[in-house]
């Protein structure tokens, strides 16, 4: 590892670790709660600055891993609505992914690669395999929640996928998963009024669940083909 990815990842993991002390107590249900008035006010104000200031804060926890992209997300739906809040949180969530994927990218993610896999086939065959089907496998662990966000921008990264289909997957891939966190949102002041707290495993209900994972089945089936062709 050189001078410039040494201050790379120092860079990345003091931003983590700042973000970490000074993040966990701010995003969290209960300050939204307890501020909800304020930030309804300011949003009725200073609705486009509002919309800025949410994208880039939830783009920098999404760039950097940091805790509270799940109250994020519902805040979205929170402040802006179904529609509106839908389309920042994917966007925003996208953003950041993209920042993370390029800095491990042209940072030290092909040294570290070469490092794995030096020497050992196996691990080189699963990387090119990878490449090979990188489309179906990324749309895959997009659409079912049981997969990290963050693991999945790192796998992508370290395994060398094309820029242009790890936004498209990501974009398409998070957006139904996006509509739910958003929806919950959406009547988040009914929930609090009732001195209740969100719902988040909403996702895990069949109803959701089982269509998240069809669609990460559908979008497996041109892999296998492709892997029965090769096999």
């Known amino acids: 590892m050189n001078k410039q990815q040494i201050i790379l990842v120092g860079l990345f993991m003091s931003i983590f670790i700042l973000g970490v002390i000074l993040l966990r107590d701010v995003l969290s249900f209960s300050s939204l709660e307890a501020y909800r008035s304020e930030l309804l006010a300011f949003r009725d104000d200073n609705f486009v600055l509002m919309a800025l200031s949410f994208v880039t804060l939830y783009t920098l926890i999404?760039?950097?891993?940091?805790?509270?992209?799940?109250?994020?997300?519902?805040?979205g739906g929170f402040l802006f609505g179904l529609y509106i809040g839908s389309?920042?949180?994917?966007?925003?969530?996208?953003?950041?992914?993209?920042a993370l994927f390029l800095a491990l990218q042209r940072g030290f993610g092909q040294s570290l690669v070469d490092r794995m896999t030096q020497g050992r086939a196996r691990p080189q065959e699963i990387m090119q395999k990878l490449r090979e089907n990188e489309f179906g496998i990324l749309l895959f662990l997009r659409f079912v929640p049981v997969f990290p966000f963050v693991l999945v921008n790192l796998m992508a990264a370290l395994s060398g996928v094309k820029l242009r289909n790890f936004v498209v997957t990501t974009v398409i891939g998070i957006f139904p998963g996006a509509v739910v966190f958003t929806s919950i949102g959406v009547g988040l002041g009914v929930v609090f009024d009732n001195g209740e707290r969100p719902d988040i495993s909403l996702i895990w209900s069949p109803s959701i669940f089982l269509p998240l994972l069809g669609l990460g089945i559908l979008s497996l089936l041109p892999v296998i083909f492709n892997f029965k062709k090769t096999g």
Not at 62 to 75: E, Q, R, Y
């Open 62 to 75: 999404s760039a950097f891993s940091l805790p509270g992209a799940l109250v994020a997300s519902i805040t």
């Open 87 to 98: 389309l920042l949180n994917v966007a925003s969530a996208s953003l950041g992914a993209v």
